[in-house]
């Protein structure tokens, strides 16, 4: 068997740089702290740390090591729960992806020259995932103080609360009365000039935040891109809360020769209000369709299934049907499934509620969008079949405590933003009443 075969192998140590929005770096968005440390245990920061320093760093040749030696860290966790219900996980798609870009054989000789050289890598990073600070205009429900400006002001105000503090404690390692984090690192003149020297070799950049549309740096690195001359080899992304559609963005991207845009789209409506406030749906709708139109743009949606939204998953799915059809190419549709903060895990809902959630996303396997994605491979089937798999599983063992901290975040949430559970979504809402 091929290294690259391995169920415990993901091709990211040897193909991808990320940098979080704090300025920690990582090998994958998804691995649960998996911060890259010296030997000495301190972890690596884009204001001090160049990613050339990095990139062959301690902690990221454990991670090479583990996996070529078979072993399933903890911190891929989240792809090992989506390969459980049958989601294609990251692990897997990257993988696949990154066969199709440099072939079996070169990734098979990178590992090769880890395996002899003390599990470093002898080339420079292929793909760049940039996020790049926690400026953001939203405070999105499931979203954090790490990815959101307005959601750390609101913090700053509710950490006094005792509830929310308690509730925000058991969700989080670090303390609650730290510092606002210094976001001056994206401004680190040699962070970037050794990022610089990647690009002639990129063939993928992700760029997040916060709300990548409202961030400097982006721009400047598109232009660097630009100037570099391989915009047209190099695929670049974004996901966009789709509040900022500005034309100098929109103009940017439009000279690159392949954009992949997700939007962040979790309801429509009522729904999408209540969740991404205070972003208005009317704008968000004719935002998402504005950048779909664009010829060298592939579209898509990543919602966050969460409890605020689970009978109405359908919905979304109805509204990226109506969009493809208006725009003339598929929208795709890739679930993220809400597992933090736990008391937003859906899988915490009753057997009732869940049947009910069952029952509505079941009728859009016989959808025209759903046998879209049978036939051209996208993320949909995959997405939807694989959360049927999820809502029949068992319900959560602490879902006591956890439904009960879902209520109180609730309810101090609704206060501070003058917002309403029971009027943005009632028929969960009774639901969940009728239960308590």
């Not at 993901?10 to 940098?19: A, S």
Request: net charge neutral; with cysteine; aromatic share 10%.
């Amino acid at each position: 068997m091929k290294h690259s075969d391995k169920d415990s192998f993901c091709v990211h140590p040897w193909t991808n740089l990320m940098v979080n929005s704090t300025g920690s770096y990582n090998f994958c968005c998804v691995a649960w702290e998996g911060v890259m440390k010296d030997k000495d245990g301190k972890i690596l920061h884009a204001s001090k740390d160049l990613p050339d320093e990095v990139w062959n760093a301690n902690s990221i040749r454990k991670v090479r090591k583990a996996m070529l030696d078979g072993e399933k860290l903890d911190i891929c966790n989240k792809c090992w729960r989506q390969e459980e219900i049958g989601k294609q996980s990251y692990r897997e798609r990257h993988n696949k992806e990154w066969i199709q870009r440099l072939g079996k054989q070169e990734i098979e000789r990178r590992v090769s020259y880890s395996l002899s050289n003390d599990y470093a890598v002898d080339t420079p990073p292929d793909y760049l995932d940039l996020r790049l600070g926690n400026l953001c205009n939203l405070k999105c429900r499931m979203c954090n103080i790490f990815n959101s400006s307005q959601i750390e002001k609101e913090h700053i105000k509710l950490r006094q609360n005792n509830m929310y503090a308690d509730i925000w404690t058991k969700q989080w390692s670090t303390n609650i009365n730290d510092a606002p984090y210094d976001m001056n690192w994206v401004n680190y003149e040699k962070f970037w000039e050794n990022l610089n020297k990647y690009v002639p070799d990129l063939q993928k950049v992700y760029f997040t935040g916060g709300e990548p549309t409202l961030l400097e740096t982006p721009y400047k690195f598109m232009d660097e891109m630009i100037s570099q001359g391989i915009q047209d080899k190099v695929d670049i992304m974004f996901n966009t809360n789709c509040t900022n559609v500005q034309p100098k963005w929109l103009d940017q991207i439009s000279q690159f020769r392949k954009v992949q845009i997700n939007g962040s789209i979790d309801g429509i409506g009522a729904m999408n209000d209540y969740i991404r406030a205070p972003s208005k749906w009317k704008n968000i709708r004719e935002n998402f369709i504005k950048i779909a139109k664009l010829p060298n743009v592939r579209i898509g949606m990543s919602p966050v299934i969460q409890i605020y939204n689970i009978l109405h998953v359908d919905k979304l799915l109805d509204f990226a049907e109506e969009v493809s059809h208006k725009i003339g190419k598929v929208v795709d549709v890739d679930f993220l499934l809400c597992v933090h903060p736990t008391y937003l895990d859906p899988s915490n809902l009753s057997d009732r509620i869940r049947d009910k959630a069952f029952m509505k996303l079941q009728r859009v396997q016989d959808s025209w969008i759903y046998k879209q994605s049978e036939k051209n491979g996208n993320s949909i089937k995959n997405s939807v079949d694989s959360y049927l798999t999820l809502l029949e599983q068992e319900r959560c063992p602490d879902w006591k405590k956890n439904m009960e901290d879902f209520w109180n975040m609730t309810s101090i949430l609704d206060k501070n933003r003058s917002q309403s559970f029971k009027q943005s979504v009632p028929d969960l809402y009774e639901m969940m009443q009728s239960e308590k």
